[in-house]
């Protein structure tokens, strides 16, 4: 079964440092550009930062960008967001999402991870 | 990068069709055909439900279509059912590059 796996959610005090990792199986990794999309508690979804398959594009949201970090090992077959001087408001399930195809960008994202829960609290 | 605007909510009787509609700016929705559409669930992972302003993935219900008028694009529900209780959130590729979602949209079955 094609999946990703989260983990390395925590409790950290804000100004603190969190990594998260997302491990896939069952598909191809190194083919496929992915993502980080979280859900604030009592809010919508926010698209965070998506890497291409070669690590070649990475782009973030303005929120994230110099704070957070995407990065990939496809040999692996992992991905993962370095998180600093995290604020309160950066609360949320993170989860990893794979785009629909490795061949064509549709900028859609079809393989979610369950989620890993990043709580920023003093 | 201001997310895109979508209602709070909308409702409907069960087997009617309702529309939830998703504006942005001539610099996402309105310049790329990349808009897609996601169903969640209360404690679930987003679900793809429309991709390409109006492409289904395999498996999901025709009763899903999406359509997109200049800045705006729409996801119609149609023969609405008690399992499409759900929010809704729709996403558009930008022009620097990056993804915007919807404030998302709560869907309620009457």
């Known amino acids: 079964e094609v999946q990703l796996v989260e983990s390395g959610g925590g409790l950290v005090k804000p100004g603190g440092s969190l990594t998260l990792s997302c491990t896939a199986s069952?598909?191809?990794?190194?083919?496929?550009?992915m993502n980080w999309v979280r859900h604030s508690p009592g809010k919508g979804l926010e698209w965070v930062s998506s890497?291409?398959?070669?690590?070649?594009?990475?782009y973030y949201a303005d929120s994230m960008k110099g704070r957070f970090t995407i990065s990939r090992d496809n040999a692996k077959k992992t991905l993962y967001l370095q998180m600093t001087s995290l604020r309160v408001d950066d609360t949320a399930v993170y989860y990893c999402?794979?785009?629909?195809?490795?061949?064509?960008?549709?900028?859609?994202?079809?393989?979610w991870g369950q989620g890993t829960t990043v709580t920023v609290s003093s | 990068q201001s997310a895109l605007t979508q209602p709070a909510s909308v409702s409907g009787s069960p087997g009617r069709s309702i529309t939830i509609s998703c504006t942005g700016t001539?610099?996402?929705?309105?310049?790329?055909?990349?808009v897609s559409w996601y169903q969640q669930h209360p404690g679930k992972a987003p679900k793809l439900i429309i991709y390409?302003?109006?492409n289904r993935p395999s498996g999901v219900s025709y009763r899903f279509s999406g359509s997109k008028s200049g800045n705006t694009a729409s996801l119609t529900i149609s023969g609405l059912q008690a399992e499409d209780e759900a929010d809704y959130y729709c996403?558009?590729?930008?022009?620097?590059?990056?993804?915007?979602f919807g404030g998302g949209t709560k869907v309620t079955v009457l």
């Open positions: 996403t558009s590729y930008t022009s620097i590059s990056t993804r915007v």
């Open positions: 999402a794979r785009d629909l195809s490795s061949d064509v960008d549709y900028y859609a994202t079809d393989v």
């Open positions: 890497i291409s398959s070669t690590s070649t594009y990475i």
């Open positions: 069952e598909f191809s990794f190194s083919r496929y550009s």
């Open positions: 390409e302003v109006n």
């Open positions: 001539s610099s996402d929705v309105g310049r790329y055909n990349y």
